[in-house]
Protein backbone atom coordinates (compact mmCIF):
# COMPACT_ATOMS: atom_id res chain seq x y z
CA UNK A 1 0.00 0.00 0.00
CA UNK A 2 2.73 2.57 0.99
CA UNK A 3 4.70 1.36 -2.22
CA UNK A 4 6.07 5.36 -3.57
CA UNK A 5 7.46 6.89 -0.43
CA UNK A 6 8.57 11.25 -0.41
CA UNK A 7 11.25 12.11 1.71
CA UNK A 8 11.68 15.82 2.21
CA UNK A 9 14.93 16.96 3.93
CA UNK A 10 16.10 20.45 5.33
CA UNK A 11 19.56 18.18 5.97
CA UNK A 12 18.81 19.26 9.55
CA UNK A 13 19.45 17.05 13.05
CA UNK A 14 15.32 16.30 12.90
CA UNK A 15 15.23 15.40 9.28
CA UNK A 16 18.06 12.89 9.34
CA UNK A 17 16.56 11.03 12.10
CA UNK A 18 13.66 10.46 9.69
CA UNK A 19 15.60 8.24 7.51
CA UNK A 20 15.55 5.28 9.31
CA UNK A 21 11.98 5.60 9.17
CA UNK A 22 11.80 5.53 5.71
CA UNK A 23 13.99 2.53 5.25
CA UNK A 24 11.70 0.46 7.68
CA UNK A 25 9.28 1.12 4.98
CA UNK A 26 11.26 -1.34 2.82
CA UNK A 27 9.33 -4.31 5.12
CA UNK A 28 6.25 -2.63 4.78
CA UNK A 29 6.36 -2.92 0.75
CA UNK A 30 7.96 0.34 0.02
CA UNK A 31 9.85 -0.12 -3.24
CA UNK A 32 10.45 3.71 -4.35
CA UNK A 33 11.83 7.05 -2.47
CA UNK A 34 11.49 10.43 -4.04
CA UNK A 35 13.82 12.36 -1.80
CA UNK A 36 13.85 16.24 -1.86
CA UNK A 37 15.02 19.01 -0.93
CA UNK A 38 13.73 22.75 -1.56
CA UNK A 39 16.55 25.15 -2.23
CA UNK A 40 13.79 27.93 0.03
CA UNK A 41 12.94 31.10 -2.00
CA UNK A 42 12.27 33.55 1.23
CA UNK A 43 15.89 32.21 2.43
CA UNK A 44 17.47 33.85 -0.91
CA UNK A 45 15.97 36.63 -0.51
CA UNK A 46 16.65 37.08 2.92
CA UNK A 47 20.05 36.57 1.66
CA UNK A 48 20.08 39.40 -0.78
CA UNK A 49 19.13 42.36 1.61
CA UNK A 50 22.60 41.22 3.45
CA UNK A 51 24.62 41.43 0.70
CA UNK A 52 23.05 44.35 0.00
CA UNK A 53 23.88 46.05 3.32
CA UNK A 54 27.21 44.19 2.62
CA UNK A 55 27.73 46.24 -0.34
CA UNK A 56 27.76 43.26 -2.65
CA UNK A 57 25.68 45.02 -4.81
CA UNK A 58 28.16 47.33 -5.49
CA UNK A 59 30.38 43.80 -7.22
CA UNK A 60 28.49 45.13 -10.14
CA UNK A 61 25.99 42.45 -10.09
CA UNK A 62 22.21 42.81 -10.72
CA UNK A 63 19.90 41.51 -7.88
CA UNK A 64 18.63 38.71 -10.71
CA UNK A 65 22.03 37.50 -11.20
CA UNK A 66 23.41 37.39 -7.68
CA UNK A 67 20.21 35.67 -6.42
CA UNK A 68 20.10 33.08 -9.90
CA UNK A 69 24.26 32.49 -8.85
CA UNK A 70 23.28 31.68 -4.77
CA UNK A 71 20.02 29.58 -5.98
CA UNK A 72 22.58 27.28 -8.37
CA UNK A 73 25.06 26.94 -5.55
CA UNK A 74 22.68 26.07 -3.08
CA UNK A 75 21.26 23.72 -5.08
CA UNK A 76 24.66 21.92 -6.27
CA UNK A 77 25.26 21.79 -2.71
CA UNK A 78 22.37 19.99 -2.13
CA UNK A 79 22.28 17.68 -4.65
CA UNK A 80 25.83 16.77 -3.83
CA UNK A 81 24.38 16.30 0.19
CA UNK A 82 21.31 13.92 -1.56
CA UNK A 83 23.80 11.48 -2.75
CA UNK A 84 24.94 10.16 0.68
CA UNK A 85 21.48 9.66 1.39
CA UNK A 86 20.45 8.09 -1.75
CA UNK A 87 22.83 5.25 -1.78
CA UNK A 88 21.60 4.80 1.76
CA UNK A 89 18.16 4.00 0.55
CA UNK A 90 19.86 2.32 -2.48
CA UNK A 91 21.92 0.10 0.05
CA UNK A 92 18.33 -1.43 1.29
CA UNK A 93 17.03 -1.85 -1.86
CA UNK A 94 15.43 1.38 -2.86
CA UNK A 95 14.44 2.90 -5.97
CA UNK A 96 15.63 6.42 -5.07
CA UNK A 97 14.88 9.78 -7.48
CA UNK A 98 16.52 12.70 -6.20
CA UNK A 99 14.75 16.12 -6.81
CA UNK A 100 16.53 19.51 -5.52
CA UNK A 101 13.89 22.25 -6.79
CA UNK A 102 13.73 26.15 -5.81
CA UNK A 103 10.31 27.33 -3.96
CA UNK A 104 8.25 27.69 -1.19
CA UNK A 105 9.07 24.53 0.81
CA UNK A 106 6.02 23.19 1.94
CA UNK A 107 4.02 24.37 -1.45
CA UNK A 108 6.43 21.88 -3.32
CA UNK A 109 6.39 19.25 -1.21
CA UNK A 110 2.61 19.19 -1.54
CA UNK A 111 2.66 19.85 -4.92
CA UNK A 112 5.35 17.04 -5.73
CA UNK A 113 3.81 14.74 -3.65
CA UNK A 114 0.49 14.96 -6.42
CA UNK A 115 2.95 15.17 -9.33
CA UNK A 116 4.65 11.59 -8.55
CA UNK A 117 1.94 10.60 -7.18
CA UNK A 118 3.11 9.06 -3.78
CA UNK A 119 1.28 7.13 -1.16
CA UNK A 120 2.91 8.76 2.33
CA UNK A 121 5.06 11.71 3.32
CA UNK A 122 7.52 11.15 5.74
CA UNK A 123 8.70 13.92 7.34
CA UNK A 124 10.39 15.76 10.81
CA UNK A 125 8.21 17.49 13.15
CA UNK A 126 11.15 20.07 13.52
CA UNK A 127 13.23 21.05 10.44
CA UNK A 128 16.76 23.42 11.04
CA UNK A 129 14.67 26.09 13.11
CA UNK A 130 14.00 23.38 15.67
CA UNK A 131 12.13 25.75 18.42
CA UNK A 132 12.00 24.24 21.43
CA UNK A 133 7.99 25.44 22.20
CA UNK A 134 7.05 24.91 19.10
CA UNK A 135 4.82 21.48 18.38
CA UNK A 136 5.20 21.16 14.96
CA UNK A 137 7.53 23.08 12.13
CA UNK A 138 5.65 25.54 9.48
CA UNK A 139 6.57 23.62 6.85
CA UNK A 140 5.04 20.20 8.41
CA UNK A 141 1.97 22.15 9.61
CA UNK A 142 1.13 23.51 6.14
CA UNK A 143 1.51 19.92 4.65
CA UNK A 144 -0.53 18.19 6.75
CA UNK A 145 -3.01 21.26 6.05
CA UNK A 146 -2.86 21.34 2.41
CA UNK A 147 -1.66 17.83 1.26
CA UNK A 148 -4.67 14.98 0.89
CA UNK A 149 -2.01 12.28 1.02
CA UNK A 150 -1.14 10.60 4.22
CA UNK A 151 1.54 12.13 6.34
CA UNK A 152 3.62 10.33 8.52
CA UNK A 153 5.41 12.70 10.91
CA UNK A 154 8.88 11.39 12.94
CA UNK A 155 9.22 13.37 16.44
CA UNK A 156 12.43 14.93 17.28
CA UNK A 157 13.95 13.44 20.02
N1 LIG B 1 13.61 23.20 2.47
C1 LIG B 1 13.14 22.00 2.73
N2 LIG B 1 13.25 21.02 1.83
C2 LIG B 1 12.77 19.78 2.09
N3 LIG B 1 12.20 19.44 3.26
C3 LIG B 1 12.05 20.38 4.20
C4 LIG B 1 12.51 21.72 4.00
N4 LIG B 1 12.24 22.43 5.12
C5 LIG B 1 11.65 21.59 5.98
N5 LIG B 1 11.53 20.35 5.44
C6 LIG B 1 10.94 19.15 6.06
O1 LIG B 1 10.02 19.54 7.04
C7 LIG B 1 10.41 19.07 8.34
C8 LIG B 1 10.02 20.10 9.35
O2 LIG B 1 10.74 21.31 9.13
P1 LIG B 1 10.14 22.75 9.44
O3 LIG B 1 10.85 23.68 8.52
O4 LIG B 1 8.67 22.69 9.43
O5 LIG B 1 10.61 23.00 10.96
P2 LIG B 1 11.53 24.14 11.58
O6 LIG B 1 12.66 24.45 10.65
O7 LIG B 1 11.87 23.66 12.95
O8 LIG B 1 10.54 25.36 11.70
P3 LIG B 1 10.33 26.65 10.74
O9 LIG B 1 10.86 26.33 9.38
O10 LIG B 1 8.86 26.86 10.76
O11 LIG B 1 11.09 27.75 11.36
C9 LIG B 1 11.90 18.78 8.22
O12 LIG B 1 12.34 17.80 9.15
C10 LIG B 1 11.99 18.28 6.78
O13 LIG B 1 11.56 16.93 6.72
MG1 LIG C 1 12.35 25.10 8.63
Same mark, same amino acid.
Given at each position: ??KKIL ?10 ? /??? @??? %???? *????? /???? @? ?11 ? #?? &? *? !????? !??? $?? =?? #? +? ?5 ? !? $??? %? ?10 ? =? ?10 ? /?? $?? @? ?8 ? +? ?7 ? $? @????? &???? &? ?22
Amino acid at each position: MYKKILYPTDFSEVAEM /VLK @HVK %AFKN *LGGEE /VILL @HIVDENDIKKKDI #FS &L *L !LGVAG !LNK $SI =EE #F +ENELKKK !L $SEK %AKDKMKKIKKEL =EDVGFKVKDIVT /VG $SP @HEKIVEIAEE +ENVDVIIIG $S @HGKTN &LKDI &LLGSVTENVIKKSDKPVLIVRRE
